[in-house]
C-alpha cells in the first residue's frame, strides 16, 4: 500500500510542549553529543528523524479503540508519547504512521495538545509495512515532500510513551557507529519452546537472552535498504526491524541496557499502571508562571526561600487572581496538564480588619467551583503574620507545608500566586 503524506511534512523550529522548560541547556548537551558522535572536526550536527507506527488496532487490549487512541487522564495515549519525543528538540521530523480511517482523529490530537514537527502517513496492513511507509515519506526520492531524508532514523513504538532522551541519545549515538542500535531490557520469565504436540521441546537459559525493547535507531540508508530488499513473508510477519538489519544488510546491531519504564502498554489492566505512572510524573513537575519585580517585599523574599521559588509574586488584588485564571484559560494549559493554584494571602490582624480581608476572599470560593469545571483547582491560603521576624517565618513554614500538601495530594503541576496584603 502507498503511503499518504499528510500535514505537508511541515518542520517547525520550535520545539513541542514541554511541561518544564528544559529544552535549553538540555538540548546545548544533546547537540554537543550528537555532533561528537562518530563526526570528523567541523562537520554539522547529525540529522535525525523518527518513525512512530500507530496503526494497530488494539485486539489484545480487548476495547473497540484502538490502544493508542485510549485515554489516560482524558488525553489520548499516543500524545504522551509525542509529548516525550518533542522534548528531544534535535529530532527534525517525526513521522506518525496511521491508518487511514484515523487519519482525522490524529491530526485532531495533534492540533488539541499542539504537538509540533508532526507529519502524518498512511499505515500498511502489517507493522513492517507500516515502518516502511514510513521510511519512505523520509526517502530523498518523494515528489512533493518537504521532509528530508535524514542521517539516522528512530523507530518507536506509539504506545510506548515512558522513555527520556537520555536512551535516545543512547542509541542514536550507537546507530551512528554501528549502523543499528536497540533498547534491551533483562528477561523477567524463562522462554521456553513447545513441540508440535504442546509438550516442552526446550527452554533458553534466561541470563544469557534479553528482551528486545525500544526505541531502536539506524542509519537511515542501512534500515532503508533492508526494508526494499525485504521478503514478502518478512514484512508480513516479522516484528523485529534490528533482525531486517542483520538479515539483509549484515549489520550487527549493537544492543542498549534501558530502563525499566520502556515497556509496551498492551493489555487493559496497562492503562490503569500507565495512569499511575503519569500522575506520579505530573506530580514531580512544577510549571511555573514568573512575574518578578525588581522591588519585592520582604516578606516575598522569605517566601521564595521557604517555597524555593515555587511560587509566583503577584499584587495584593483578586483581579489578578482572575487575570492569571484567564491567562490559563487562553492558554490551554488545562488540557494538556492537571493544573493547582493556590492564592497565598499574608494578613497582618494589628493593621487589618480580618472580617474585610475574608470578605474579599469568599470570592475565590466562588470562582473557584467555576474553574473547577475547567479542570483548574484554585485554593486561597491565609497566612497570618505580624512584623515580628521570628513569628513571621513559623508563618511562612506552616503555609510551606500546606501548599506541599495540596501539590502532593492533587498529583499535580503548580501554578502558585502570592498576594502580599
Given amino acids: 500500500m502507498e503511503q499518504g503524506l499528510r500535514g505537508g511534512g511541515s518542520r517547525p523550529a520550535e520545539p513541542g510542549p514541554c511541561l518544564s522548560s528544559q529544552c535549553g541547556a538540555d538540548q546545548a548537551a544533546s547537540v554537543s553529543l550528537l555532533s561528537a558522535a562518530g ?4 562537520s554539522r550536527t547529525l540529522a535525525v528523524a523518527a518513525v512512530l507506527p500507530a496503526g494497530g488496532c488494539g485486539e489484545r487490549m480487548g476495547v473497540p479503540t484502538p490502544k493508542q487512541f485510549c485515554p489516560v487522564l482524558e488525553r489520548p495515549l499516543i500524545s504522551y508519547t509525542l509529548q516525550a519525543m518533542e522534548r528531544a528538540c534535535w529530532i527534525k521530523d517525526i513521522i506518525v504512521v496511521v491508518t487511514g480511517e484515523n487519519m482525522e482523529a490524529m491530526e485532531n490530537i495533534i492540533k488539541k495538545y499542539k504537538h509540533k514537527r508532526i507529519s502524518l502517513v498512511e499505515a500498511g496492513v502489517t507493522r513492517h509495512r507500516s515502518i516502511f511507509n514510513g521510511l519512505k515519506a523520509l526517502a530523498d526520492n518523494q515528489p512533493n515532500s518537504r521532509l528530508s531524508k535524514p542521517e539516522v ?11 527520556e532522551e537520555d536512551i535516545l541519545l543512547k542509541v542514536v549515538t550507537a546507530a551512528k557507529e554501528h549502523g543499528a542500535a536497540g533498547a ?3 528477561l523477567v520469565s524463562t522462554v521456553i519452546s513447545p513441540s508440535a504436540d504442546g509438550c516442552l521441546d ?4 534466561r541470563a544469557r537472552h534479553r528482551a528486545s525493547e525500544m526505541p531502536q535507531a539506524f542509519l537511515f540508508d542501512v534500515i532503508y535498504e533492508a526494508y526494499q ?3 514478502d513473508y518478512d514484512l508480513e510477519f516479522g516484528t523485529e526491524c534490528l533482525q531486517l538489519a542483520l538479515k539483509y544488510c549484515h549489520i550487527k546491531a549493537k544492543l542498549v541496557e534501558g530502563s525499566p519504564d520502556l515497556w509496551k502498554v498492551t493489555y487493559k ?3 490503569y499502571a500507565a495512569e ?3 500522575k506520579e510524573r505530573i506530580s514531580q513537575e512544577i510549571c511555573i508562571v514568573m512575574d518578578t519585580k525588581e522591588n519585592k517585599e520582604h516578606i516575598s523574599h522569605l517566601l521564595e526561600e521557604v517555597l524555593k521559588t515555587e511560587l509566583n509574586v503577584k499584587e495584593p488584588d483578586f483581579q489578578e487572581t482572575q487575570k492569571l485564571m484567564s491567562m490559563l484559560e487562553e492558554s490551554n494549559f488545562s488540557i494538556l496538564y492537571s493544573i493547582v493554584v493556590v492564592s497565598v494571602h499574608f494578613l497582618d490582624f494589628k493593621f487589618a480588619s480580618p472580617s474585610q480581608k475574608m470578605e474579599s476572599l469568599m470570592c475565590i470560593r466562588e470562582f473557584a467551583k467555576k474553574m473547577k469545571k475547567r479542570k483548574v483547582l484554585l485554593y486561597g491560603l491565609i497566612i497570618n503574620y505580624s512584623q515580628d521576624e521570628q513569628k513571621l517565618q513559623e508563618s511562612l513554614r506552616q503555609g510551606a507545608i500546606i501548599i506541599a500538601a495540596l501539590i502532593k495530594e492533587r498529583n499535580s503541576a503548580l501554578i502558585g500566586q502570592l498576594l502580599v496584603a
Avoid: K, Y
Fill in 153 to 163: 532514523v528512530i523507530i518507536h513504538d506509539a504506545v510506548r510513551p515512558f522513555f
Fill in 39 to 42: 563526526a570528523e572536526p567541523g
Fill in 184 to 186: 534491551v531490557r533483562p
Fill in 269 to 271: 489492566r496497562d492503562l
Fill in 202 to 205: 526446550h527452554s533458553l537459559e
Fill in 276 to 278: 499511575s505512572i503519569i
Fill in 229 to 231: 530488499q525485504c521478503s
